[in-house]
């Protein structure tokens, strides 16, 4: 965990999530006839880093990014969220490349830290 990344990374977080749109103009998380964040993402994102440990990270993007997993909301804004944070087209691709290099491993880990953290200063659905 680097707390210097986590910090900038909150700050990029949270100028998505005040700007949330993505690059087909669709907003990410927001609950459109009220603007808040409906509360299934604090648990989604809450649970990212446990996944990545007992699944790996491979399988926890998959498992993420997966649309048709019969979750509440759709978790793969997660993923689209962390693309942005990260500036990377595509995660799992990248993830990918974390066997010869462990710091895009920590990098994903610092990313998802931060949107957690920046995510409790939003007001989430009932």
């Not at 007992?54 to 498992?63: E, F, Q």
């Not at 799992?92 to 974390?98: C, L, R």
Request: hydrophobic share 35%.
């Amino acid at each position: 965990m680097n707390k210097k990344k986590i910090e900038e990374y909150i700050r990029v977080s949270i100028s998505i999530l005040d700007n949330p749109k993505d690059k087909h103009g669709k907003y990410f998380l927001r609950n459109k006839k009220d603007d808040k964040i409906p509360k299934e993402y604090k648990g989604y994102i809450n649970s990212f880093g446990a996944t990545v440990i007992n699944s790996g990270l491979l399988a926890t993007i998959a498992i993420y990014d997966n649309k048709s997993s019969g979750s509440e909301a759709d978790k793969s804004q997660i993923i689209r969220i962390l693309e942005k944070i990260l500036n990377k087209d595509d995660l799992f691709n990248y993830a990918k490349e974390y066997k010869e290099n462990m710091s895009i491993k920590r990098d994903i880990i610092n990313a998802s830290i931060a949107l957690k953290l920046a995510l409790r200063t939003y007001e989430f659905t009932d």
